[in-house]
């Protein structure tokens, strides 16, 4: 089904563009409402012990081993300089002035490569007042669902876990830096008692195989066996073949009304064969990930009969307040390579607007790095800082590409998480090396959710205003920043768009 070649005669009833959280979640939905959905994802299918038992033959390698050095990184944004460096390798890498950003490529999207957390919003203003006929409730209902959906637990002490942010914050009276508790939920497979570990059972509805987590990869990676949760077996498995195609390595280029009847046209390449096609639709939903959904829309309003003008769009974008630091360990309790993604969250006394959080290298130590790398590697923690920014950027496309305005001296959360890294540090004794220019891996708005055509670019429903039939399904639609991880988030306001396009009976 992959590898079917696309068509000038096909017709669907939905295109879903992107296949992550947001796509993965609409395209799962609207199936199951009856409609035929066609997905189209620019990334491969990564070669997973779920998507080996999926039966679906052309599969890509995850970058790890030798395979990092072909398959590490998919192409490069330089202000206007872009480097595409293979179509199969797993993320895309954008410097703008002020914010560099990653993001993944693959069928699952940022769900192949996240630390597996899954929670709900930290931003209780986040829906808040966005649209007058807008109910913060019809999304915040699926929060509950997105998490059972993909397996998330708690961990907790008494989990057989290698080590954990109690391994490496005991709660010590006096101290600033505490775990968190309870703690996020964690879309991981956590293997009962630890003779299970990397142990194959089945998982959810279609009953895809999946292995425990053996604690020597399932990381930003990726998830070769499939402990960590991924949309691409958890949303699109149960309805393939079912109302939903999936076509990878196919790279959409631009979108346009159908002209005389109801619809739109989606202009795309097989990124395989270099073939151009076209397919027609009744609905469109956008969910290629935040900056690739902006400038797709970019592109199609300024082509002749594109896209109507979206007056709001590249408005109210930012990055999440993500910040990054390294924490060097002079005696860590094990090396950062026998971990999980995530490690779990913590507090810092006088600091409580951002997320923290600490996580591993799993996997890192096969990468074809020196030895003195990984030795020092070996002893450094992943670490991050999480928060809600102002969203007062903007995204300009010039000469077809994205510039983006950050600057992160008017978004005070950026101060603030570096002060809880310095309190962490003090108080560890060890030090953190923190990233002087952001790095997101979760970019939201753009093209957000307005009152009006003035004051934002969809509506209620999630359609985009002046171009009926046309939805955006990810985090390009967020009103504000989630301030924490925001797979939850975005899963949800797919839910909640689909239930605008075709709602299940019992939803």
């Not at 490529?105 to 899954?118: D, K, P, W």
């Not at 829906?127 to 059972?148: C, M, N, Q």
């Not at 999936?246 to 390449?269: F, K, M």
């Amino acid at each position: 089904m992959s590898n079917a070649q696309l068509s000038r005669s096909e017709d669907f009833d939905v295109v879903v563009i992107g296949s992550g959280f947001g796509g993965s979640v609409a395209a799962n939905r609207l199936a199951l409402a009856g409609q035929r959905v066609l997905v189209l994802e620019r990334g491969p299918w990564r070669d997973s012990v779920p998507v080996r038992a999926m039966g679906i033959q052309r599969r890509s390698p995850f970058p790890y081993g030798s395979k990092a050095i072909t398959h590490f990184l998919h192409s490069l944004h330089l202000g206007r300089f872009h480097l595409r460096l293979h179509k199969s390798a797993m993320y895309e890498l954008f410097s703008f002035g002020g914010l560099r950003a990653m993001v993944a490529n693959a069928v699952g999207g940022g769900s192949t490569a996240y630390g597996g957390l899954l929670e709900a919003p930290c931003n209780p203003d986040l829906w808040l007042g966005r649209h007058p006929e807008f109910d913060p409730a019809s999304v915040e209902r699926y929060y509950d669902k997105v998490i059972t959906d993909m397996g998330g637990v708690r961990p907790a002490r008494e989990h057989p876990l290698p080590q954990f942010v109690w391994s490496h914050l005991p709660d010590t009276v006096g101290k600033r830096c505490h775990p968190v508790d309870p703690q996020p939920h964690m879309g991981l497979l956590i293997p009962p008692t630890a003779a299970q570990a990397g142990q194959a059972v089945t998982f959810g509805p279609a009953a895809v195989t999946r292995q425990y987590c053996s604690f020597d990869g399932d990381s930003f990676l990726g998830s070769r066996g499939g402990a960590k949760a991924s949309v691409d077996f958890v949303y699109l498995a149960p309805v393939l073949k079912r109302g939903v195609t999936v076509r990878d390595l196919c790279q959409v280029n631009s979108i346009q009304p159908s002209g005389a009847s109801e619809g739109y046209l989606v202009h795309c390449t097989n990124l395989t064969t270099k073939a151009d096609a076209v397919v027609r639709a009744k609905r469109v939903v956008l969910a290629a990930g935040c900056l690739n959904t902006v400038r797709l829309l970019f592109a199609s309003s300024r082509l002749p009969n594109g896209l109507k003008r979206m007056p709001s769009l590249g408005r109210n974008f930012g990055a999440n307040g993500d910040s990054i630091g390294l924490w060097y360990r002079k005696s860590p309790p094990l090396p950062s390579f026998t971990s999980t993604p995530s490690q779990g969250a913590f507090t810092v006394a006088g600091h409580d607007a951002p997320c923290y959080g600490m996580g591993g290298f799993a996997g890192f130590e096969t990468l074809p790095i020196p030895s003195f790398i990984k030795r020092r590697l070996a002893r450094t923690f992943f670490m991050y800082g999480i928060g809600v920014d102002s969203g007062s950027a903007s995204v300009t496309y010039e000469n077809r590409h994205l510039q983006v305005d950050y600057d992160q001296r008017r978004e005070p959360i950026y101060d603030d998480i570096r002060q809880g890294f310095d309190v962490l540090a003090t108080e560890s004794g060890d030090k953190i090396w923190t990233l002087p220019t952001p790095l997101t891996v979760h970019p939201w708005g753009g093209a957000c959710l307005g009152a009006d055509a003035e004051h934002g670019v969809v509506d209620h429903h999630g359609e985009i205003y002046g171009n009926p039939g046309l939805f955006i399904a990810d985090a390009a639609a967020l009103p504000a920043a989630p301030g924490g991880p925001p797979a939850v988030t975005i899963a949800a306001w797919a839910h909640h768009v689909a239930d605008a396009i075709a709602p299940l009976d019992h939803a």
